[in-house]
């Protein structure tokens, strides 16, 4: 080893919680931000960039218990600056730095950052993508919130999962039911924490949480008869009923927001999946009405072949926030918004086996054989390529000069390319091609060996032949 060579000195690993994505994994999330994209500009969004790190301050007090997660960085030019946590405080930093812009429908993927334990296997990581889409404006009262929850619906419509569940409840009920219990207010948000945790840990260690924090036994009990509840109108009329309950302004005003909300769903035909948790608390401070989050089977942990209920983890959630934009500027624009995790979702589709993605995501192998002399055809392969490539048909070819024909196959096929483009020199003097779709094995395929086509129709022949899907959806 040289005097010069320094490599032994180097710790070769990425940080804690982070990773590199690269061959099938990373055409997989491109293809889950293709149809994430796809789903929120069909609904009207417009993207929006914001700089990966904020002011320290833009950031500090909006995440509650969670703002211990937050990377602080090192002063390097006389301001103190944090990465973002996530994509919500900066927009509502841009509407306040924008006062003229008094509505907007965003959408925003990007990574984010959390100081967080990471548990790489289960898609808890410290740098992750977050896909993101708000409405922002004054609006009559949970029509946006029911379109953002339609959005839940197609965007797992368009990945082809069936089996999810999206959790939803008030804050002004929870709140509500908070002080009905006789919770002081500055224990509300603390105590709403703990409750959040129902999803994860038993009640009985919920509640232990609780009186650690300064909560009487009796008041926790009384939280744990109703936090326990989950359904869909059975739990309006529950809130109705309840003596405490339907004498607390907070709960009224949650319940008409709510009735309101399951009759939008319903004209929306996105009512199926929903589950009315009065457990959900969604722990960040500046929620102020609905929140949901999305769970799905294959996210919680199987014992002995069975899935389990606690420890599910959300692969979405949001909810709606009135007065973040107005922290910034005084005048507040309300908005709600979800956020889609990802890195969660591509772990999920690992861990059920439905992740089967190619590592490159192209069309057609352009290759060529032949006998004794044979020279390699490059440059004709060459003007294949440049024709499939004008007709916007992903398109590779070996860079050797005398590419043998086992070794091109061999190429194509580990990319997982779809198609073979075979040139032979007869052929082409008669001015055709084969095309030969890959993978065929069955001995009756009238094109298992491939079949000629003429040139001139060789674009036309090559777009029958491609997998009629190149979405998600292809995946399952």
């Not at 999803?199 to 326990?228: F, H, N, R, Y």
């Not at 989950?230 to 302004?249: A, H, M, R, T, Y």
């Not at 048909?393 to 000069?401: A, C, N, P, R």
Request: glycine share 8%; hydrophobic share 40%; proline share 4%.
């Amino acid at each position: 080893m040289g005097k010069d060579d320094k490599s032994k000195n180097f710790n070769l690993k990425v940080p804690k919680g982070t990773r590199d994505w690269t061959g099938e994994d990373a055409a997989l999330r491109d293809r889950l931000f293709e149809t994430v994209t796809t789903v929120f500009k069909r609904h009207g969004a417009t993207t929006l960039d914001t700089p990966v790190f904020e002011l320290k301050e833009i950031l500090s007090g909006k995440y509650g218990e969670d703002s211990k997660l937050i990377y602080d960085l090192q002063d390097q030019g006389g301001e103190l600056c944090s990465l973002r946590y996530d994509l919500t405080v900066p927009l509502a930093r841009w509407l306040a730095m924008n006062p003229s812009v008094q509505s907007f429908k965003r959408y925003q993927i990007a990574k984010v950052y959390r100081r967080d334990q990471p548990a790489m296997t289960k898609g808890r990581m410290r740098e992750f993508y977050q896909c993101d889409f708000d409405i922002a404006g004054a609006y009559d009262a949970m029509i946006p919130d029911a379109e953002v929850l339609k959005i839940v619906n197609d965007v797992f419509k368009a990945l082809g999962w069936e089996s999810y569940t999206i959790k939803m409840n008030h804050r002004k009920i929870l709140d509500g039911m908070f002080k009905a219990a006789g919770v002081k207010d500055d224990l509300i948000r603390p105590i709403s924490s703990a409750v959040d945790k129902l999803d994860k840990l038993p009640w009985a260690e919920v509640k232990q949480e609780m009186e650690t924090k300064g909560l009487a036994a009796d008041i926790a009990d009384k939280i744990g008869e109703w936090v326990q509840r989950k359904g869909g109108d059975d739990i309006i009329e529950f809130l109705k009923s309840d003596p405490v309950l339907s004498q607390n302004e907070d709960v009224k005003k949650g319940i008409q927001d709510m009735e309101l909300l399951f009759a939008y769903l319903d004209a929306f035909d996105a009512r199926g999946h929903v589950s009315f948790d009065l457990s959900l608390a969604r722990g960040l401070d500046y929620y102020t009405g609905l929140i949901y989050e999305v769970v799905t089977e294959g996210s919680a942990p199987r014992v002995n072949g069975k899935q389990q209920e606690i420890g599910v983890g959300s692969v979405a959630a949001g909810g709606r926030y009135d007065n973040l934009v107005g922290m910034f500027s005084g005048k507040p624009i309300p908005c709600v918004g979800i956020s889609f995790g990802i890195d969660r979702i591509i772990s999920i589709l690992k861990a059920r086996g439905e992740s089967t993605q190619r590592a490159k995501d192209v069309d057609a192998f352009v290759m060529a054989f032949g006998g004794k002399g044979f020279t390699g055809m490059l440059t004709e392969r060459m003007q294949v390529a440049q024709e499939l490539w004008a007709s916007d048909i992903k398109t590779e070819f070996s860079y050797k000069l005398k590419p043998k024909l086992p070794q091109q196959f061999k190429q194509a096929e580990s990319a997982g390319v779809p198609l073979a483009v075979i040139l032979g020199e007869e052929e082409l003097k008669a001015g055709k091609v084969k095309i030969k779709v890959m993978g065929i094995t069955d001995e009756n395929n009238p094109e298992k060996d491939g079949v000629l086509v003429d040139r001139k129709d060789m674009i036309a022949e090559i777009r029958k032949r491609l997998p009629t899907s190149n979405n998600v959806q292809s995946l399952q």
